[in-house]
């Protein structure tokens, strides 16, 4: 069974630092593009950043590039998401995923607050 759990998430000060990490089982993250996206309240869902982890190749939406990194460690089939530099409008549900559309399988998600 593929499942997808991610953590790190909570309350940060406008200008923080939060790390997210998704651990994935049931699969090698190898086969897939791994995604984060975010929902925030009352808005539709957002891709942020891509890893194809065999590579080490990344990809970042406009609205987090220079402010968040994407990486992954194979041998822990894990994922992470640094964020720096976090402003109000990053306040959202992250998901970690397997593809980019809504329809792709994702975890639970862990919830992002920046407010002062």
């Known amino acids: 069974e593929v499942q997808l759990v991610e953590s790190g998430g909570g309350l940060v000060q406008p200008g923080g630092s939060l790390r997210l990490s998704c651990a994935g089982s049931g699969f090698w993250m190898g086969t897939y593009e791994m995604n984060w996206v975010r929902q925030a309240p009352g808005k539709g869902l957002e891709w942020i950043a891509s890893i194809i982890t065999t590579k080490g190749r990344t990809e970042y939406a406009e609205s987090v590039k220079g402010r968040f990194t994407i990486s992954s460690d194979n041998d822990k089939n894990t994922i992470y998401l640094q964020l720096n530099n976090l402003k109000t409008d990053d306040t959202a549900m992250y998901y970690c995923?397997?593809?980019?559309?809504?329809?792709?399988?994702r975890g639970q998600g862990t919830q992002v607050t920046v407010s002062s």
């Open positions: 995923a397997l593809g980019r559309s809504e329809e792709a399988t």
